[in-house]
């Protein structure tokens, strides 16, 4: 395996209930996720919600020391995808189709972002999801993700 | 930003690079590496919407620059479009200014890896166009 990093097929066995706090342990501590260093921080019947602390290296604009927009997408992509396994109860093969983020606001430098990924419908190809950024009290959202994902074939898992 | 070549923090992490120029837009290049990797051998689709973010912005500011502006830029939205797994080789991008108005901004942004034709990813972004403030 490329990076030796872990098939997550191999550690979510069918018939075994998905538990989004394990498999954070690859997706927010490996790679991309690994980079960001994601942290689990709770989930329920259809969401999940994790966090990336603010970090200097993260930054796209140095003036105000605002995140990348690309971290929230990657945290929401994150947690979109690991709701929808969450909801089905097991993993299954998937790849995001679409993203879209509407910023309501900056995160403020130094903060750490929360994102709650949510899985509001499920068809046999298509996961349907949602969900909000937030640094610390959901009720202040900092930006809302809605977007797709679509299930692939073994082939290419 | 105001030197052009000076990419942000993010993008330095990401190791991403002006390589060339179309039209006079930058293309900025992203080598493949496990800081960039989503499911094993493809890239994270965050890290693709990163270097989509990148391009946008450096158009951007060469737009505002071309027009004699310092405006700052706020953006607002964006649409990823996932069309192909990105693979363990070099990854481009190029942002195309569609409207440059004088509130807001339409950017286009491409990705591509072998051949432009073939794009692993679009992003559509909105900027509010902020006049730069001295209080």
């Known amino acids: 395996m490329a990076f030796g990093k872990p098939d997550l097929g191999s550690i979510t066995p069918k018939g075994a209930a998905f538990d989004p706090a394990l498999v954070n342990k690859m997706m927010g501590k490996f790679g991309h996720g690994g980079f960001l260093d994601m942290e689990y921080v709770g989930h329920g019947d259809d969401w999940v919600e994790l966090a990336i602390d603010w970090r200097e290296d993260l930054v796209a604009d140095p003036d105000t020391g605002i995140l990348a927009s690309a971290v929230i997408i990657s945290l929401m992509d994150n947690a979109t995808s690991m709701s929808i396994w969450t909801k089905l109860g097991e993993f299954r093969p998937q790849v995001t189709m679409d993203l879209r983020i509407d910023y309501l606001r900056p995160s403020p430098s130094g903060e750490r972002v929360y994102g709650r990924g949510i899985c509001y419908h499920l068809t046999n190809s298509i996961g349907f999801v949602r969900g909000f950024a937030h640094n610390g009290n959901p009720d202040e959202p900092l930006a809302h993700a809605s977007g797709t994902f679509i299930r692939i074939g073994d082939r290419i898992a | ?135």
């Open chain 2, 1 to 135: 930003m105001t030197d052009l070549l000076a990419l942000p923090p993010y993008a330095r992490a990401l190791d991403m690079r002006i390589v060339d120029e179309i039209d006079g837009a930058p293309v900025i290049a992203m080598p493949f590496a496990d800081r960039v990797q989503g499911r094993p051998g493809f890239l994270h689709g965050g890290a693709i919407s990163g270097l989509l973010e990148i391009a946008a912005i450096v158009a951007i500011h060469r737009a505002l620059r071309a027009k004699g502006s310092d405006s700052a830029i706020k953006q607002v939205n964006v649409t990823v479009d996932f069309m192909r797994g990105g693979v363990n080789e070099m990854t481009y991008a190029i942002g195309e200014v569609t409207r440059l108005g004088r509130t807001m901004a339409n950017v286009e942004a491409r990705a591509w890896q072998e051949d432009r034709d073939k794009p692993i990813a679009m992003g559509y972004m909105h900027y509010l166009i902020k006049a730069k403030r001295t209080d």
